[in-house]
């Protein structure tokens, strides 16, 4: 039976090898089912290639990463297949193809996993963008004529358009200004209560790890330094950590939070 808590991503001694260098000394790391769990690290630690090799995109050296019990490292494509139907990502570029419209573009995962015919590929499709907060005005539109805050809802309408258990989200609010970041985080937390989401966010924007991560793994010198809640991280004596949040940014995201910011529990 399932466990509301059972590891729906588990890493075990994960090593890589990419351009003459270890980028992955030692990682383990384990997500359990439920939560919100933020990558963190300095710039080249390794962060989007550990969220590469956990979507099969880029091979790592030695180790195992186990997605919902099943082994992904040099996995068949048989094994494939069926993982990836049950994840979505958002890249950290969006990935929005720029040819086609924004309901094309979500309604593209159900063309291409499932048999459904056009007018319930498309019925999906709007759902889902209406899920992220888009109109059904924009759906007729390039993402060349979206703002960047709608081009990031596009790409979430099309990490959850096939009901995903688990999704990954590169750097979701880089480059937005601070309301957009905000409503874009607000709009996480909803689709997690109500999609049950597990969550898996690479990001180095302090507020948005303060507003919706459970927990948050720093990554630092090739391993997982330490995985922790961002109040008892923030007070990690490693000088790496202590680097990473200090300074004024840190200090006035803490506090933002603390007078004000929510606390969704563990
Ligand atoms: N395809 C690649 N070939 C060679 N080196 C790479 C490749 N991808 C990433 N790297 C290197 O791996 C390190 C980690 O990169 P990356 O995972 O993008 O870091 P982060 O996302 O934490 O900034 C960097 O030193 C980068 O130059
Ligand atoms: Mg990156």
Redesign the pocket.
């Known amino acids: 039976m399932k466990r509301p808590n059972d590891p729906i991503i588990e890493i075990k001694n994960l090593k890589t090898y990419?351009?003459g260098s270890w980028?992955h000394k030692d990682v383990n790391l384990t997500v359990n089912r439920g939560e919100i769990l933020g990558i963190v690290?300095g710039?080249?630690?390794?962060?989007?290639?550990?969220l590469r090799e956990m979507l099969c995109l880029t091979p790592v050296a030695s180790g195992s990463i186990r997605i919902f019990n099943e082994e992904v490292v040099n996995a068949s494509r048989k094994v494939l297949l069926s993982v990836q139907r049950r994840w979505g990502v958002l890249f950290q570029q969006n990935a929005l193809f720029s040819s086609l419209t924004l309901l094309e573009n979500v309604a593209f995962p159900l063309k291409e996993h499932t048999e459904l015919d056009a007018t319930s590929i498309n019925d999906l499709a709007l759902l889902k963008i209406l899920m992220a907060g888009l109109s059904a005005d924009a759906a007729v539109k390039y993402p060349s004529e979206l703002s960047g805050g709608m081009q990031k809802r596009a790409g979430l309408a099309r990490a959850i358009v096939l009901d995903p258990e688990l999704i990954f989200l590169d750097e979701p609010t880089a480059g937005l200004d601070p309301n957009t970041a905000a409503e874009f985080d607000e709009l996480i937390l909803n689709l997690q209560s109500t999609m049950g989401l597990t969550i898996v966010m690479i990001t180095h924007d302090l507020d948005s790890l303060w507003r919706v991560t459970n927990r948050v793994a720093f990554l630092g010198e090739g391993k997982v330094l330490c995985v922790d809640p961002m109040s008892k991280l923030v007070k990690n004596p490693n000088p790496m950590i202590q680097a990473f949040f200090s300074g004024p940014r840190g200090r006035v995201a803490e506090e933002s939070y603390q007078h004000g910011g929510q606390d969704h529990g563990n």
């Open positions: 990419l351009g980028v690290g710039s080249g630690s390794g962060k989007t290639t550990l």
